[in-house]
């Protein structure tokens, strides 16, 4: 069963803008987390962010999380050729015990 | 940290045929997750260890599937009889408690 869900499915942009890319979801949720995922490799964490903070930053990235409209973005700035993966966001099941995958937004990022 | 690791990477095999992959957690890990996963779309839960103990099987999960961790440290995925819908990357993910997850790089399964 899909709790979270990822807009937009595709995303291409050049070398140096900035990337955005969200995440809506249906349930409460305690955290939220972003993987990223390079072609032909297994999923990589992000971020996580938790229910009462509204953003969070790492390096290049950074994170927003809005509990009453049940969404989330990933912002990614300055993007570089090897920032070119899919992205997804993570939120836990029903009763917390497992995360629930969305189907990513598969950003390229053109040299 | 060496990371989680999955063998084999590639499975070909004709319909009908039994596969085991296997998946090397990271050694302090207590809980191993396995996921299916298909072209475009994100992992899709399958079943899920803490230590030794199966706590959860998918239940779209047909009965051709079955895991194992003995003792707790690696862990294996068969599916019996294998089908063309059987064609997927299957990953193998980590952690500790509820931290976030590490994955292994995955077996690509081909089914002729």
């Known amino acids: 069963s899909q709790q979270g869900e990822e807009d937009p499915q595709a995303l291409s942009i050049q070398e140096g803008e900035n990337a955005t890319m969200n995440c809506s979801y249906k349930t409460s949720i305690n955290n939220l987390q972003w993987y990223r995922q390079n072609s032909g490799r297994g999923l990589v964490h992000l971020i996580l962010?938790?229910?009462?903070?509204r953003e969070k930053h790492s390096g290049r990235l950074r994170v927003t999380l809005d509990t009453s409209k049940k969404s989330s973005s990933l912002l990614i700035t300055a993007s570089r050729a090897a920032d070119t993966a899919s992205y997804f966001c993570a939120t836990p099941s029903i009763n917390y015990d497992k995360v629930i995958f969305g189907p990513g937004t598969s950003l390229s990022v053109i040299p | 940290d060496t990371g989680v690791s999955q063998n084999p990477r590639h499975k070909i095999t004709k319909r009908g045929q039994n596969v085991t992959f296997r998946c090397d957690p990271i050694?302090?890990?207590?809980?191993l997750y396995w996921y299916r996963q298909t072209l475009g779309q994100g992992p899709e839960f399958l079943t899920y260890f803490q230590n030794e103990a199966q706590l959860e099987k998918s239940r779209l999960l047909s009965d051709r599937f079955s895991a194992e961790r003995p003792k707790g440290s690696f862990s294996t995925l068969e599916i019996q009889r294998t089908e063309q819908g059987d064609s997927a990357m299957y990953l193998c993910?980590?952690?500790?408690?509820?931290?976030?997850?590490?994955f292994g790089d995955g077996t690509r399964l081909s089914i002729l």
């Open positions: 050694s302090e890990h207590n809980r």
């Open positions: 962010i938790r229910s009462n903070e």
């Open positions: 993910a980590s952690s500790l408690g509820f931290q976030p997850q590490h």
